[in-house]
């Protein structure tokens, strides 16, 4: 099983900005298509954005797009969500998972089905408030 671990969550106020990271260890990030989820007090777990191994290509959920940039750092062997002009309704646990599915392997197609994924972190808060 694939280990990834999320931080840079934190509480901001509307408009602010935070980075999220997801860090992979024992295994290549690269060789992976990484999506980002978040979770609301009951709600369902909804896809936000995905980054595919090849290209890449990345694909933003409506509600983010032109907010949030999803990146990957080889190097580091990282992926970030980079969250700009944030908004109360973006408070959530944020979650990111591999998939090595073809579809998403490609070009995230589907990467907002959570079943599309093998494994996933424990997450990290996002609280925006002022």
């Known amino acids: 099983q694939l280990q990834l671990v999320e931080s840079g969550g934190g509480l901001v106020q509307p408009g602010g900005s935070l980075r999220l990271s997801c860090a992979a260890s024992?295994?290549?990030?690269?060789?992976?298509?990484i999506g980002w989820f978040r979770q609301a007090p009951g709600m369902e777990r909804e896809g936000v954005s995905c980054?595919?191994?090849?290209?890449?290509?990345?694909v933003y959920g409506d509600s983010v797009k032109g907010r949030f940039i999803i990146s990957r750092d080889s190097a580091n062997n990282t992926v970030y969500l980079q969250m700009n002009n944030l908004k109360p309704e973006d408070t959530g646990v944020y979650y990111c998972?591999?998939?090595?599915?073809?579809?998403?392997?490609?070009?995230?197609?589907?990467?907002?089905?959570?079943?599309?994924?093998?494994?996933w972190g424990r997450g990290t808060q996002v609280t925006v408030s002022s």
């Open positions: 024992g295994f290549t990030l690269d060789n992976y298509a």
């Open positions: 980054i595919s191994a090849s290209g890449p290509n990345t």
């Open positions: 998972a591999a998939s090595s599915r073809p579809t998403l392997y490609l070009y995230c197609i589907n990467y907002g089905e959570k079943t599309e994924y093998d494994d």
